[in-house]
């Protein structure tokens, strides 16, 4: 069984028709939380570099007490307006939300304007009220340090933008079919995303922000890499619980006794995305089925489920070993791209994808791009071996 949404959840569990939970979606519930333990388990690694020395601190003038100015108030003037104008204006619009809520947060045609005015007039009470309260007579000048911790929420949403984008570009190579719908439906951005597509632009989008901001870049992406395999594995189970497709082939071998149904096979009753076919038409050969109920013809192998504890248990050992690898700045990151690949390539062996002709071989997007991440991690952790090995000893000799 599925639970889109936590009406769903309520009703079987509890016999609930609470209409108001159809606007909480399980899928974003166990993002979000990917998210925030993303975001704890790399401020508190950022902070231990941070303690150890490894950033070079960059300081930055912080004026206390600054009269204030009308540009202050432009931030909170736009948070209230668009709390105010979508947020609260859920309550007008609950039929329209509880259909599609990603079609209603990302349209410009639904909403109350009136009460985005009102919230957006308390925001900025409220902040006016507080920079008046904070303002001197004299203002202090303070230099600070730009600590890569205090950036540890930007750092994600960076990431989590920069990742859904580049999945959606990664998704669209694979299945050009859903471009139309991704240009008429912004709320698609949501569903459909290749998880080594947001890998690589989150990467590269990251590597020019640290570049920017001068962040040692290998103790940064060291520091990422237990932080994202955990946030992976929760965000799975979204996919679990919601249904999105992300499942295996069929498997219709006899179950064990002593394992559950839930870890050998799934027939993903009521998903969200209505499919009955285990393929989804996505495999050549393989015939199209008529869905006569929401629910798979066949069982299938419940592979967001295999990842959740896959990418669970490689992030926590490197959490283990990470104090370890700390004096080879690099190192972390590149066996993190070495069983991200490997991880990959064992899930793609019962999961539903398109096999296409790469440099001459019969393999999936992920599969091919596994073995690019497996050689590029190996290179990677050599040359930073043999980087951190000649450092090592031309100290010794000095």
Known sequence: MCYPSFYDLFNQLFGLKIE???LFHTFGFFVAMGFIVGIYILKKELQRREKLGLFQLKYQKVIYGAKMSWTDLIFPAIIGFLIGWKALGVLQNLP??????GEY???LQHGNVFVGIIVAAL??????????????D????????????????IIMVVAAVSGVLGSNLFNTLEHPEQLKELLTDPSSLVSGLNIFGGLICAGLTLLVYAYLKKINVPHLFDSMAPAFLVAYGIGRLGCQTAGDGCWGVPHTDPKPAFVPQILWAWSYENNIINECDPYQGQVAGKPQVDCKEVKLIEPVYPTPIYEFFIAGFLGMLLWMFRKRLTPFAGMMVSIFFIIVGLERILIEQIRVNEKANYLGFNLTQSEFISILLIIFGFSLGVFTYIFHSRKNKTVDEK
Request: charged share 30%.
């Open 20 to 22: 108001l939970f159809k």
């Open 138 to 153: 004299t203002p202090e000048e303070k230099m600070e340090p730009i600590l890569p911790s205090n950036s540890t929420s």
């Open 105 to 107: 947060f990302l349209s």
């Open 96 to 101: 329209i939300v509880g259909e599609n809520p």
């Open 123 to 136: 925001f900025v009470a409220y902040e006016y009220r507080m920079l008046k309260k904070d303002e001197r």
